[in-house]
């Protein structure tokens, strides 16, 4: 029995996605800006009303095209985002005991409930500051024992750490890995370390629609959407199988192939590493299998590598180069290059993926 | 430079505004402007009275001011470019002391019972307005029509006690007018004027206290000559006609 | 301290002081008449005390009433959309257009004694003309518009955020109204409230207009001033400085509190 079944459009936005999160599971919805993830959970959360649909939480149903809509204070689903949104007159204590007091508990059990809540996210002794007397991480830290203190059955959580400084975010992230257990829990992100350290499976989307759902390991080393390999930092090159190599016209990437192999005229990915990319000012002498003509569209140091960012015949490959390479070949925004690849370094799957709405 | 152009185009707008008001006099050439205040009570019969003076006077302007009479003199005093000033009431006059030449009385005014048309609490004389239950408005003692109407009720050993006390005949009328009121104490020239809004019913008493108006040009008019002929109309068979007509008493 | 900023174009301080001068000017001058020998027995005196506290009390419950039910109608007009929403808020700042003359001669039609609703208010024996009640009526009726306006515009700078978290804890709309949505926009509400009890303490025509003028019962200071100014007009602007005075007593520490409670939650 899965906890959350989800299958809404909202016409308005063109958004129509089904998903599931099952009991205890952490489910990672990811995608591009505007793909719709935040009309996901403003349906969930009763804030957006669907054209079409129907959402289930624990057997009852929140929302129907003929049922009546439960209201969102019934609807016993949390929601964080980004910003903590901490009650400004009330303190830390009072927010987390807000929860537990609009559900009718009495003032002195809901406090002890809410010292218990900031206890196990560490602040504790911070439970008579007002919000504007908390850093960023204590606030968001207050905000994850305030949703929780209200013991939803579904925790949604928007982007949580986006708006914390980078130094903060992985003590919090730490803090959600310990306490999300168990939960059922809905997280929007676009952080691939948080759908790798917190979800247990991912659903990526792109334009409205569900593009890929499977368990996170897998969603992240064997993408199948542009998406999902550019969070997990991989090349992607969706065509269909030659029999040789992946044809994406005018581009073919050969390479070998993985599990599940394609057939015939199935539609495939070629998957590769940036590191794999070799990069070139003229054509090389010999005739390797992957050579691709590309503009270089953006330079980005990424440790002590710089990233390089091109567009080969409509598809964006990147390519690792170290900062000497960068100055020799004189790279810049612009510049036409020769991509290589071996095709040892090049992984060939079938795009579509059995398991895929394994829950519906 | 731009501050000082900015600042200049601000003053320009400011005179330009102050021009188009009309403070400007315009006591020059064939053109003649008389200024006539008056109390409010008058405003029917000194309309009347300025235009018969502009139609024998080619050229002149009558212009009126009207206002409660301690308001005017307030004004006088303050230096309203006023010729003529007739006063509601000799108290206020007598304030002016050397600055109105020459006060004389030219009407007078008595009190009477105003009430809504029907008079529906059934007010037939002085006595009624102390009957339970007669919502009965006044103007305040601090005003002229409320003075006589205290020492009109005082002589009559009466105790008027009104559910208002106005600042204003007006007022006055408009709460009896309304039928908010049952009655009301106002001049006679005053129930005259509302015309059928309202009844008047006269009492005897009412002759304990003739109020009388007078008329005086002032010392420091610019139409020295056409305000004493203002005041010689008012004083004038025709004048008194007119004064007559709208219910006013001989002074 | 308040930092530099980008600093304000000079040109600009010379209307502004002009402003000044206009405003404070005419108060200055005011109390350069008052006559300091009997000043205090000018404001002690019963006929000024009573208009003080008939002032008083009346501005305080048309304040109340103002309270209780311009927030309501603050709230809808900010949270929700209906259709004429437009207009209908047009409607409710009418009164702050109108001349208050014309709001007294609107609420003699409704109320009065031959108004819409007068004739069924006399047939239960209510009869508000020439009571404090119809003071009370007079002022809510001028001063509802400035609460509404005030905090209409704090519950919509405030934004439904706050209130969106509270109802995905499981808080009914009425615990969100109660616990989050009036205690973020208090500041709103009180600076509101202060407007609404100064517009009442300086309310007039459309007092003097509905509810007449007698002392203790609907004599205000206001129309104890108009009426005073005939007959001693030292007396009128000793009061006048003391209506000032209560007012400024009344603003003062309320802005002082806002201000500082936005400081506090920035």
Redesign the interface.
Known sequence: MTTLEYYATVGARDVSVRLTVGPGETVALLGPNGAGKSTVLGVI???LAPTAGQVTLGGRTLVSATGPVV?????????L?Q?P?L????TALENVA??PR??GVRRPQARATARLWLDRVGVADLGDR?P?QLSGGQAQRVAVA??LA?DPALL?LDEPMAALDVAVAPSVRQLLREVLVDRSVLLVTHEPLDALLLADRVVVVDGGRVVEDGPTTEVLTRPRSVFAARIAGLNLVAGTWDGSGVAAAPLVVRGMTGDPAPARAEEAVAVFAPNAVSVFRDTPTGSPRNAFSAVVTDLEPLGDRVRVRTEASGHRLAADVTPAAVADLGLGPGATVQLMVKATEVTIYAASRPTAFSAR | MRTTRTLSALALATVLAVTATGCGSDDSGSKQTLTVFAASSLTRTFTELGRQFEAEHHGVTVRLGFGGSSDLVEQIRSGAPADVFASADTKNMDKLGDAATDPRSFASNTLEIAVPPGNPAGITDLQDLTKPGVKLVVCAPEVPCGTATQSVARSASLTLKPVSEEQSVTDVLGKVASGEADAGVVYVTDVKGAGSKVEGITFPEAAGAVNVYPIAALRDAKQSRLAQEFVDLVLGRDGQQVLADAGFGKP | MRPPGVGLPRWLYLPAGLGAVFVLLPLAAMVSRVDGTHLVALITSPSSREALWLSLRTSAASTLVCVVLGVPMAVVLARTDFRGQAAARSLVLLPLVVPPVVSGIALLYTFGRRGLLGHALHVVGVEVAFTSVAVVMAQTFVALPFLVISLEGALRTAGQRYEVAAATLGASPSTVFRRVTLPLVLPGLVSGAVLAFARSLGEFGATITFAGSLAGTTRTLPIQIYLERFDDPDAAVALSLLLVVVAVLVIAPASRATVRHRRGTR
Do not use: C, I, N, Y
């Open positions: 959360a009763g804030l209201a969102p204070h019934r609807r016993d689903v949390a929601l985002a910003d949104l009650f400004p007159h009330l807000f929860g609009a559900r007002r504007h305030r949703a209200a949604l």
